[in-house]
């Protein structure tokens, strides 16, 4: 408990419940960090301990747990709340993995495209180098084209969320120095099986527009104080089809409940939606409106589902419905030919669109500076060195072998291990016998008749 006074350790102490064993509690919190986290530290933890008091003022008290490992020699794991469940953060090395493991996935089902070739193709007239992060310890490939993609790829669509939950993040602490309100909306509309998903996409994307830039838009907006929202389309699909919906953080001037802003934003989106061709959304489900602790939460878990355990896959299969990435690791592991095409449909209605989108004006008053999403995927750490320099024929080798995540691994474990590793990568690929998958474009294999 005296660690928990000190002020030096308050950030942690804010999302460190008081149900905390003991154990953790005995040593300084950051070193349990250092130890799970190593692992979960990418997006996750790493953040959280950056956290500045005002957001981790916001957050729910009870978010992260730290259990000791059983004979781990003081090592703790982290867990975090997910509804009812308590679900263990991944280790880095997990994460990466899955992310390359479900990006095969895409690979194989969008033969050709961007994000087939993103992590895998050589930016021409360069070669891929394994390089090593002096400032975080972390591997990554340089050389490699990216895709950018927040919708379909596995590898660049965390990094990404990644920058923008920081944005996020930092633009709820400067609302509350500035004494703004924030709060969390989220829009829907009835939707049944058999709709047509890039139909429905379209007319709720110009609904929300509506909201704002027709007259009854404007005088809600004004009424409820409003100074800027930012939008964030998702979709989930469960038993009654595609669900997709906004959450829309909205900064206010502040004096308002929830309640309040909620009965005079609804129904300007019920009326947009409605001439919009789409059914009227209900008072009770429509519109959804909730205060700071809730918006606060929504940010701190923005795109983070691929760091949970397998746990988190079932319960987004439940109630609220599967996420994309769900099915996605769904096809991966069983190849459910289900999920492979609604997955594919996701993509190709989503492909293109925005994800998030900040009011005109608020990124100014909220002192956040803007970034595209390509600019994120491509961004490299200045501090690095060059472990390795790869041959045409040893990144192919890594591709056969499918060791693009452990060649990284043993890169921030054991550097030295590299060339021996790529050895073993070599012959492992010479054992495999296997055609080099596309480094050059494949021809497609003419069909055999029956
Ligand atoms: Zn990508």
């Known amino acids: 408990m005296r660690i928990l006074a000190r002020p030096s350790a308050a950030t942690h102490a804010q999302i460190t419940p008081k149900s905390t064993p003991q154990k953790p509690l005995s ?52 867990f975090e709340v997910r509804g009812t469940q308590w679900l263990e953060r991944k280790t880095l090395a997990q994460i990466r993995c899955d992310r390359y493991r479900l990006k095969s996935a895409v690979n194989r089902l969008l033969i050709g495209s961007r994000t087939s070739k993103c992590c895998r193709w050589k930016v021409p007239t360069q070669s891929v180098q394994v390089m090593h992060s ?36 930092g633009a709820m602490d400067e609302a509350q120095r500035q004494g703004l309100d924030v709060m969390l909306m989220t829009l829907t509309v009835p939707h049944g099986l058999g709709d047509d998903l890039d139909g429905m ?38 038993r009654n089809g595609w669900h997709p919906h906004f959450h829309v ?3 206010l001037d502040g004096g308002m409940s929830p309640h309040q802003v909620k009965s005079i934003l609804a129904p300007t989106w019920q009326d947009a939606c409605e001439k919009r ?33 397998k746990g988190h896959l079932k319960a987004s299969r439940s109630a609220k419905g599967a996420t994309p990435w769900a099915l996605l690791a769904e096809y991966q592991e069983t190849r459910c030919k289900r999920s492979a095409a609604l997955w594919m449909a996701y993509a190709a209605a989503f492909k293109g669109r925005r994800q998030l989108c900040w009011s005109k004006g608020l990124r100014d008053l909220l002192a956040v500076v803007e ?35 452990s060649l990284l691994q043993v890169a921030e474990e054991n550097p ?18 296997i055609p080099p998958p596309v480094t050059e474009k494949a021809k497609p294999r003419a069909r055999r008749k029956a």
């Not at 975080?136 to 084209?145: E, I, S």
């Not at 970034?371 to 056969?400: G, H, P």
């Not at 030295?416 to 016998?433: D, I, S």
């Open 27 to 78: 040593r300084p919190p950051a070193a349990g960090a250092r130890t799970a986290g190593r692992g979960a530290s990418e997006g996750s933890l790493g953040t959280y301990a950056k956290t500045s008091a005002a957001f981790a003022d916001l957050l729910p008290k009870n978010n992260i747990k730290w259990v000791p490992v059983e004979g781990g020699d003081g090592e703790v794991k982290a």
């Open 134 to 169: 002096t400032e975080h310890g972390k591997a990554f490939y340089a050389g490699l084209q990216v895709c950018a993609s927040v919708w379909l790829c596995p590898v660049c669509a965390p990094k990404i969320s990644e920058r923008r939950r920081v944005e996020l993040r």
């Open 277 to 309: 061709g789409l059914p009227r959304p209900s008072d009770e489900h429509g519109v959804d409106v909730r205060g700071g602790q809730d918006a606060a939460a929504y940010v701190s878990k923005w795109g983070l589902e691929h760091e949970m355990t």
């Open 249 to 251: 953080l909205l900064f």
């Open 371 to 405: 970034m595209d999403d390509a600019e994120i995927a491509a961004q490299e750490d200045s501090a690095a060195v060059i472990l390795a320099e790869l041959t045409d024929d040893q990144w192919r080798d890594v591709l056969t072998t499918r060791s693009e995540a």
């Open 416 to 433: 030295g291990e590299v060339q021996p590793f790529l050895q073993g990568v070599a012959a492992m690929a010479k054992a495999m016998a």
């Open 201 to 238: 996409l379209d007319r709720m994307m110009k609904a929300y527009a509506d909201t704002s830039s027709n007259r009854a838009g404007k005088n809600a907006r004004k009424a409820v104080g409003l100074r800027g929202t930012v939008r964030v389309l998702e979709v989930t699909h469960g």
